[in-house]
């Protein structure tokens, strides 16, 4: 029985050895990132203005520490990670092995010693100032040609009465990125449209009439022409307290959609037809996604 006691003694003794020390020739980099949305990454220390992965992960792979900070270690070649200048944080599709970045950069920054914030607004990152997004919205149903008939069934993202304006203020995304509109209540999602520009139609006009669609993002929910909808919901839509938002997506596909969201409103039941609405920035802190440390 000792001989046996002793044989588990030792085996539990070299294991925690085993695990407990960093592999010859490497050092730690720690990623501490909140507000992360749910999706697949993979991360990338900058040497000699070339990537280097340090491998992949999921928005839901982190221990959480305290004060809500999630948090994931990666052993990295220490060479490298001493020279490394800065790191950036991409949107990868898990089933492509392709070695190299995806186009979708989304978060970076540059080393300050053994540290550094990520942003979207570097090189490395989407490249905007989330920060300084803002926008409004319409309540009228403009395709109808009509002021009179089921106003309360559209959103518009610009000013009417001739003064054809955006009402959104947005950076333009390069061309890997695209805004999405859409509103919800608890058991409906309905989509209005994915854009480039805040001028310019989106790329729906599934609920409107197409003959007097405005040339700007935003949708009349007073039919429909797709048979999932017209078979489970009456329209026209009373938008009345729905929930309004904005967001960044990578253009890879539907599976994307609202990736991040960056502008939001709720839509008051106590609404007026033709009103103008403002849209709420998501606080700054919100995009404040975390930093990293090399030791």
């Not at 060479?79 to 989304?106: C, G, R």
């Not at 700007?216 to 078979?231: A, C, K, L, V």
Request: with cysteine; aromatic share 12%.
């Amino acid at each position: 029985m000792r001989a046996f006691k002793k044989i588990i003694l030792l085996t539990f003794a070299s294991l925690f050895i085993f695990t407990s020390c960093k592999k010859e020739g490497t050092a730690n980099l720690e990623l501490r990132l909140q507000n992360l949305p749910h999706s697949d990454y993979e991360g990338w220390i900058i040497v000699d203005n070339k990537p280097i992965s340090i491998g992949q992960f999921t928005g839901n792979q982190f221990d959480l520490e305290d004060g809500g900070a999630e948090v994931m270690s990666f052993d990295v070649d220490k060479k490298l990670l001493k020279a490394a200048t800065s790191f950036m944080i991409t949107v990868e599709n898990p089933y492509d092995n392709n070695p190299y970045p995806s186009d979708y950069k989304f978060l970076g920054g540059d080393f300050e010693g053994d540290n550094l914030t990520l942003s979207t607004n570097h090189p490395n990152g989407i490249g905007i100032d989330l920060s300084l997004v803002d926008g409004a919205y319409w309540i009228a149903t403009p395709t109808d040609n009509s002021l009179e008939i089921d106003e309360k069934a559209g959103v518009w993202f610009y000013y009417p009465g001739g003064m054809d304006e955006p009402t959104l203020y947005l950076p333009e995304l390069d061309n890997n990125w695209t805004y999405e509109a859409s509103v919800s209540n608890c058991s409906l999602i309905l989509p209005i449209g994915k854009f480039d520009k805040v001028r310019g139609a989106d790329d729906r006009n599934n609920f409107g009439d197409h003959d007097f669609a405005p040339g700007f993002p935003g949708e009349d929910f007073i039919r429909s022409i797709d048979e999932h909808f017209s078979q489970n919901y009456s329209f026209p839509i009373d938008l009345s307290s729905f929930y309004l938002r904005i967001t960044i997506s990578p253009k890879m596909g539907d599976q994307m959609g609202n990736f991040l969201t960056i502008l939001t409103s709720e839509i008051s039941e106590n609404m007026e037809a033709h009103g103008i609405y403002p849209m709420e920035n998501k606080p700054a802190s919100a995009f404040e996604f975390g930093s990293v440390t090399r030791n």
